[in-house]
């Protein structure tokens, strides 16, 4: 169990196109995946690939707290998505805020597609398939980008919501949209 350094955005990993796993179940990917989960917990994120960690892997993992879950989703223990794939299923945009463990301090409003089939294996082989709506969505297409080089702000369409957190209780943004998870 360690809690692994987490690379901040203007760090080149976080812009490379990550590459797919090739040995899921090898010793070295599972700790990789248990470390990974603990430096999530640590930082209070809702989610982390693994390009975060400094490895440019196609390996993301993520929870849906209670206090979280919207339109009667169910919260989600961590899940685990290795060579992940989406697809969109229906692209009406629906605006929230967003927040990244290697953006700190910064939230911003992200357009994202509302609704989303996603596919991967967890770290026993298991094949995982989902439909997701709501933060369940948002969380996995943020983490998935990120396997793409691909940070939050890169896919804004209103740099003016782009806000320290500790500022918004003055700004026009909506402070009750003010308590973002970090991903
Ligand atoms: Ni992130």
Redesign the pocket.
Known sequence: MSILKIAKMGHPVLLKTAIPVEDPGSPDILRLIDNMADTMIDACGA?L?AP?VHVSLRIMIFHVQNDRAEHNEESMSLRVLINPEIKILDAKLDVDMEA????PGLVGLVPRARKIYYRGHDSSGRLIEEEAEGFHARVVQ??YD?LDGI??PMRMTDLSTLAFRDELGRSVINPEQSNSN??
């Open positions: 989610g690939a975060q990244c463990l290697s953006i943020h983490e990120h940070l939050y970090n991903e």
